[in-house]
């Protein structure tokens, strides 16, 4: 894709401006890529097992589909679904916001042991290997919050976003700051996800698969030290 083949609404300055420094990192994202399809295959089949088990737990712990799959926002602002292990009630997204506070009660017996160790992000392994995320890039958001973003946040969404992120882990208990809002939405809009964009515009700018492999450490020391 070229920029001009780029969504109207994503065609601003800053927009440019990383466009063009992606183009001189198309080795790095080539390595990126291959990365992410050779990594995902060999750990889905090493952790089918664990999927299956899984699988058994959520459908015992209450009713509805072991997979959640909610509408993102992905490179490119095209929308896609992403897999994640429920840990929620059926149709959760329809009685409450679309983003999730620690005191929650939509959130099962079985997804509070899931959200507390991201157990519900390894289902993602199926988008990275369908090419719709990767393992380390900005995060994905809802349309509601990707049409909140300034003009210069729509950079982020010229890479496939990511499983986990600088942000994921600087906020990897945002559920609990979130609680403590009295308009947890407005919390997450006017306060948290402009950090978010920060982090993922920098990410842009310094991209490298080391610098993703140096996130995936990171990420699962974080998740350990919960």
């Not at 299956?52 to 959640?68: R, T, W």
Request: hydrophobic share 45%.
């Amino acid at each position: 894709m070229t920029y001009r083949e780029l969504p109207d609404c994503m065609k601003n300055e800053t927009t440019k401006y990383y466009w063009e420094m992606l183009q001189k990192h198309k080795a790095a994202l080539a390595i990126k890529r291959a990365f992410d399809v050779g990594a995902s295959l060999i750990l889905l089949i090493c952790f089918s097992p664990f999927f299956l088990i899984l699988a058994l737990a959520i459908k015992i712990d209450s009713k509805g589909p072991v997979f959640y799959r909610q509408v993102r926002v992905g490179r490119y602002n095209q929308d896609f679904k992403i897999f994640k292990f429920r840990s929620m009630v059926s149709n959760a997204d329809k009685i409450g916001l679309a983003i999730t506070t620690g005191n929650d009660p939509r959130i099962t017996r079985m997804g509070k042991v899931i959200r507390k160790c991201r157990l519900d992000e390894i289902s993602q392994l199926l988008n990275v290997l369908n090419g719709t995320m990767s393992f380390v890039g900005p995060r994905p958001e809802v349309r509601k919050y990707v049409e909140a973003y300034k003009p210069e946040y729509l950079a982020t969404l010229l890479i496939r976003p990511g499983v986990t992120a600088e942000a994921s882990i600087r906020f990897r208990k945002e559920d609990e700051m979130l609680a403590k809002g009295e308009d947890p939405e407005r919390v997450y809009i006017e306060e948290i996800l402009p950090i978010k964009m920060g982090l993922g515009l920098e990410y842009l700018a310094h991209i490298s698969v080391f610098h993703d492999m140096k996130i995936m450490i990171q990420t699962v020391l974080a998740v350990l030290k919960k």
